[in-house]
């Protein structure tokens, strides 16, 4: 269930499913209803495992430094179905949701999933405010996702790793070909360091569709705080998103705003990219919403990796208390593995998710030998700390938004 987006399709009757059903012919059909929001838009596609977000809030900040009107697409919500749907960082309001799921009813939309009607209202939302460009996340995947129905400037595969294997499949391989859907016939791709495998399916698939490849540490190169390519080298990035991982998706950001830049002729302004990246921010990803208290939305081994590197950077002496919620499909014993290396103290929780695993299973699964359930997490958030103790809370992004609206109502 998407939160917040119960009350529009009340409203207008609007029947769709929350069940995930990979395919495009049901969103071919709405979008054909709704006269093809999406062919009148220019677009940056984002795949991948982890870093899409953060991808994505660089190359906004980017495009809006440099005068353009961004539209912005992503999943899950911070707060709610609102904030999934963004131009130049402000959410879509209820009045502006509320017209456009009005269309979709006299369009005579029915039949799909809850993201697919969404996706539906993104791009008709985007047509009518007049975007320059919008930035659109996939929901998972990329072949059959309800997103593939575009035509993108440019495409980005931010990372690969195993994730959604009982949709995806269960190798790097086959998770590859759907992530390679997204690359359009000459239209250039930007892949960041990717498994041997992936990379071969990667090369193939960019082959076969004529679209020019863009390979990090073969194009375009990220050193530190210095960025480079074969039309601009900027040194001294100050970057507020903390962790190796976060050089790694800025690079990707930069490298697709200059063929962006370049394609339009667009001068680029490097003091305006400097200030872009240093500005660039995502809620849940090594956010820290009180002092000593940090959210982080990692939810599967990749992610959960880049962050205990993270933390082993940022707090090499700090004592590390993690709070968790996880869904049940995800590989929860590897998380929790990579979690104990850096912390012996583990309080688990309960969330609203259908998909959600009990805290009481959480906590059976841990090897943790300081463990522990709580059911007021948001007061043992706002808790005195100790100076020396950092509490982080991870494991879902689903977690983050039901724990964020319980901390902003105290």
Avoid at 97 to 105: E, P, S
Avoid at 184 to 189: F, T
């Amino acid at each position: 269930m998407i939160i917040g987006f119960e009350q529009y399709k009340e409203k207008w009757q609007l029947s769709s499913d929350s069940a995930i059903k990979p395919g495009l012919e049901a969103m071919q059909g709405a979008l054909a209803k709704l006269g093809n929001p999406e062919q009148g838009t220019r677009f940056i596609h984002v795949a991948g495992t982890n870093g899409k977000g953060s991808t994505i809030a660089f190359l906004e900040r980017m495009l809006m430094a440099h005068g353009l009107k961004v539209g912005k697409f992503m999943s899950p919500c911070v707060l709610d179905v609102h904030d999934q749907i963004q131009i130049n960082g402000q959410n879509i309001s209820g009045q502006q949701m509320d017209a456009v799921c009005g269309q979709m009813k006299e369009a005579g939309i029915h039949e799909c999933t809850d993201f697919e009607l969404l996706t539906c209202a993104a791009f008709l939302y985007f047509r009518q405010q007049q975007v320059d460009i919008a930035l659109i996340e996939t929901g998972m995947g990329g072949l059959l996702d309800s997103t593939n129905v575009l035509t993108p400037l440019v495409s980005i595969i931010s990372s690969i790793a195993l994730e959604h294997t009982n949709f995806l499949g269960n190798t790097i391989e086959e998770i590859t070909r759907h992530k390679a859907g997204i690359i359009k016939r000459q239209v250039p791709v930007v892949i960041g360091e990717l498994p041997a495998d992936a990379r071969r399916i990667i090369e193939e698939t960019a082959a076969n569709q004529q679209a020019e490849l863009w390979i990090l540490g073969r194009d375009f190169f990220i050193a530190d705080t210095s960025f480079s390519n074969n039309q601009l080298e900027l040194a001294g990035l100050q970057r507020k998103m903390s962790g190796p991982h976060q050089a790694h998706n800025m690079a990707l950001a930069l490298q697709a705003f200059c063929l962006v830049a370049e394609k339009y002729e667009m001068p680029i302004q490097e003091s305006q990219l400097q200030e872009s990246v240093a500005q660039a921010e995502l809620a849940g990803r090594f956010e820290e919403v009180r002092p000593h208290v940090y959210m982080d939305g990692a939810h599967n081994p990749a992610s959960i990796e880049k962050l205990v590197e993270t933390i082993k950077q940022q707090f090499p002496r700090k004592n590390i208390e993690f709070v968790v919620g996880m869904l049940a499909d995800k590989d929860v014993d590897t998380v929790l593995r990579s979690l104990e290396t850096v912390s012996t103290t583990f309080t688990f929780i309960d969330f609203h998710n259908e998909r959600a695993m009990r805290a009481i299973d959480l906590l059976k699964k841990s090897q943790a030998p300081d463990r522990r359930i709580a059911h007021d997490i948001a007061g043992y958030l706002e808790a005195p700390k100790e100076e020396h103790t950092i509490k982080i809370v991870t494991g879902s992004l689903y977690l983050l938004a039901s724990l964020r609206e319980q901390l902003m109502k105290k």
